[in-house]
């Protein structure tokens, strides 16, 4: 783009900018004199920056704007050099790299725009997937790890990168059972659930953007036509309709026709994924049509049965009614027929599993019986007597309609407390809204956890809503320091939790409680306490349940006798290694704790490999910043510290503590123990005066967060 017309952009899109709304559009037009490509760009900018919130200076645009070099191996990319490339898409390139920097060896596959095809739609579009990935942590999404611009201005991110195949060449290969395959397939819903619950729809859910794993986890990809969702008072949570940015082969019907865009998109789009999954052949092909005749044809098209597409009887059997059902639910046209969620889909899928009803089809009496013979063909064939055997069909018949209502009371229960939560956010957001309430746009964090502490105080008619809110703003108040504030939310998160009858949430609570009675009043308060906690979750969940594992891993973490100590632990790990074979960041946490006994009986190498055993687990789910990662580090270079390893721990605890500092702010006891471990290590290094001023900086911020006289 040459200097006169940015020139042209940057004058009429400013301009515009100080004008209303109604009257933009005419402006532009007016001002453009008939230029269609300036227009078009003028317009997108004015786009982007009234609806995805993206602000990005003069400077920067302009660098954007303009064509870069062609990439190369051995580019630079912040901290990352480019080593070959792995694809590319629509609008961009994808290269697998490597760190450059020295800090530490990792890979990652960087998307960057194409040189020749940049447009601020692009830029903007791009830019918003930066935004999207940054708020979305879950082990089945690729995590963003990195972002900026190269030395030339080229936007890009540094994505996980993924060494996997597509997920239906992946089942293909391996010849995966049925069963497989619909566990496989509901790890994506669970991903597609989250990103929904933070907002988002991918838009783009195809085979080709969930790569498998060689351990089998799926991990969803792509997100670059993501859309942010916003409040609508007529259809809920939906995407505004500016653009068809789509695979057709795999678009829904109200994306072709541009429809505004919500959450049942991605359920077609998990339908038409299932469809191929169960079957292993492509449902619908656009086959390079225009795209007037793509739409046509789709809007004719009718979903098969996956039981029709099959050849093989006995996977024909498997497939005909429940999953024929599951699979056209999902792929209905009238979007409101659809499943409700992502997360509605998947409970049918576990339900076909587990050979209970689905609620994709209706509920007839002849239905639920022949579920039940199918579950228990034994004792229903020893029934001689016709009387007892119609008798015991009507009896289940009524239980199985009971449970249904009982399920469909859930789910209904959990929309309503949905739209509660929802609701209080909206609330909380318009009061730091300016134009609302004058002095908005300047309430600290401190002040909107107040506010909304209000609105939780208000929630007396939803017991358990409010319970479970006030768990959350416990966990907030702790991972900020605030632990008198953290108590007083857990004793009423409890006193909620007991008011709805939640013994689930009840004994959660009580864990919170007495790991914070240990940090506050020492372990001979909370050592009790943590027993009683245990016996209860052993004697409702079983000895083998992750929640039993749950409290187990935190009274190994504080229990005074070393022997008992490990053994707690040993048990908590080896429970959740036999359900998540693949780790998980609970594991990781155990990891850390039994590193930290390792440690204390002088096992340093068995320590030291057990935190690196934790750090690798936790690095596959969580970003560079996470506190919990950062936890292990810390022990970890003060494990080589007390090792005489002084020089190797110094840029790992420095590391750790600026990142502290950036995530959890200054007035925190995690930032406080950074502090105090540096001094210390500066003082063996015979850095005296770096030394007393570090361990100073830390323990005034103890006595800040603790007060004297505590158990810190």
């Known amino acids: 783009m040459d200097s006169r017309t940015w020139e042209a952009i940057e004058t009429i899109f400013h301009a515009a900018l100080e004008r209303s709304p109604t009257e933009r559009e005419r402006f ?12 078009a760009e003028v317009t997108a900018m004015l786009a982007a920056h009234t609806a995805t919130g993206l602000r990005i200076e003069d400077s920067l645009l302009r660098a954007l704007l303009e064509p870069g ?19 590319e898409g629509g609008m961009g390139d994808v290269w697998l790299a490597e760190r450059a920097d020295g800090a530490y060896e990792q890979r990652a596959a960087i998307k960057l725009v194409r040189a020749g095809l940049r447009s601020f739609d692009l830029i903007a579009r791009f830019l918003r997937e930066r935004q999207v990935l940054a708020q979305l942590t879950h082990p089945n999404i690729a995590r963003l790890l990195d972002g900026g611009t190269t030395e030339d201005g080229t936007p890009f991110l540094a994505m996980e990168f993924v060494a996997g195949q597509p997920i239906h060449t992946w089942c293909l290969e391996r010849s995966l059972p049925l069963a497989e395959r619909l566990r496989l397939f509901a790890q994506v819903c669970d991903a597609v659930r989250f990103a929904h619950a ?4 991918h838009r783009d859910i195809k085979p080709g953007n969930i790569l498998v794993t060689s351990e089998g986890r799926p991990v969803l990809l792509d997100f670059g036509v993501a859309k942010l969702l916003e409040p609508d008072s007529r259809d809920g949570l939906r995407t505004q309709a500016d653009d068809r940015i789509l695979t057709p082969d795999y678009a829904a019907p109200e994306q072709l026709r541009g429809d505004p865009i919500t959450t049942a998109t991605d359920v077609w789009g998990l339908g038409m994924l299932l469809l191929e999954l169960v079957t292993g052949k492509q449902a619908f092909r656009s086959e390079g049509r225009p795209f007037a005749e793509v739409e046509r044809r789709l809007v004719e098209w009718q979903p098969p049965r996956p039981s029709d597409r099959v050849a093989d009887r006995s996977l024909a059997r498997a497939l005909r009614g429940d999953l024929d059902a599951i699979v056209l639910t999902a792929l209905h046209h009238d979007p409101a027929r659809r499943y409700r969620s992502a997360d509605q889909l998947a409970a049918d899928i576990d339900r076909f599993l587990r050979g209970l009803p689905i609620e994709a089809r209706p509920d007839s009496a002849r239905y639920r019986i022949a579920k039940f013979v199918r579950r228990h063909r034994l004792p229903v064939a020893a029934a001689t007597a016709l009387a007892l055997t119609l008798a015991a069909f009507a009896a289940v018949a009524t239980l199985q309609a009971r449970r249904i209502a009982l399920e469909r009371d859930h789910a209904r229960a959990e929309e309503t407390r949905a739209t509660r939560v929802l609701s209080m956010l909206v609330e909380l957001f318009e009061v730091s809204n300016p134009r609302n309430h004058p002095g908005g746009d300047s309430l600290r964090v401190g002040d909107l956890l107040k506010l909304f502490e209000s609105r939780i105080e208000g929630a007396t008619d939803q017991p358990l809503i409010q319970g479970r809110l006030w768990e959350t703003m416990a966990s907030i108040h702790g991972s900020r320091s605030q632990l008198a504030a953290q108590r007083a939310a857990l004793d009423r998160a409890l006193t909620a939790a007991r008011t709805a009858r939640s013994e689930d949430l009840a004994l959660r609570i009580r864990v919170a409680q007495a790991v914070l009675a240990a940090r506050l009043e020492g372990q001979d308060v909370a050592v009790p306490r943590l027993e009683a906690a245990l016996a209860d979750h052993v004697a409702r969940y079983g000895a083998d349940d992750v929640r039993t594992a749950d409290a187990m891993a935190w009274l190994g973490g504080i229990h005074p006798e070393r022997e008992k100590r490990v053994a707690l632990l040993e048990r908590a790990y080896a429970i959740r290694q036999r359900i998540e074979p693949s780790g998980s960041v609970e594991m990781a946490a155990v990891l850390n704790s039994l590193a930290g006994n390792r440690w204390a009986e002088g096992a340093f190498d068995r320590a030291l490999t057990e935190y690196d055993r934790g750090i690798a687990m936790l690095s596959r789910f969580v970003s560079a910043d996470n506190p919990e990662l950062l936890t292990i580090r810390f022990n970890r270079a003060d494990c080589m510290a ?3 390893s002084f020089e190797d721990a110094l840029p790992e605890l420095c590391d750790v503590l600026a990142r502290r500092r950036r995530v959890l702010g200054s007035e925190n006891t995690a930032t406080a123990a950074s502090l105090m471990s540096l001094g210390q290590l500066y003082s063996n290094l015979g850095r005296h005066a770096e030394a007393a001023d570090t361990i100073r900086a830390g323990l005034a911020t103890l006595l800040r967060v603790f007060g004297p006289g505590t158990h810190a």
């Open 28 to 39: 532009v037009a007016e001002a453009c004199a008939g230029d269609s490509t300036l227009r």
């Open 69 to 87: 070099p062609a990439l190369r191996a051995s580019t630079r990319a912040g901290a990352w050099r480019l080593v070959e490339p792995l694809g």
């Open 198 to 201: 933070n907002l988002v729809i």
């Open 642 to 644: 007390s090792t005489g």
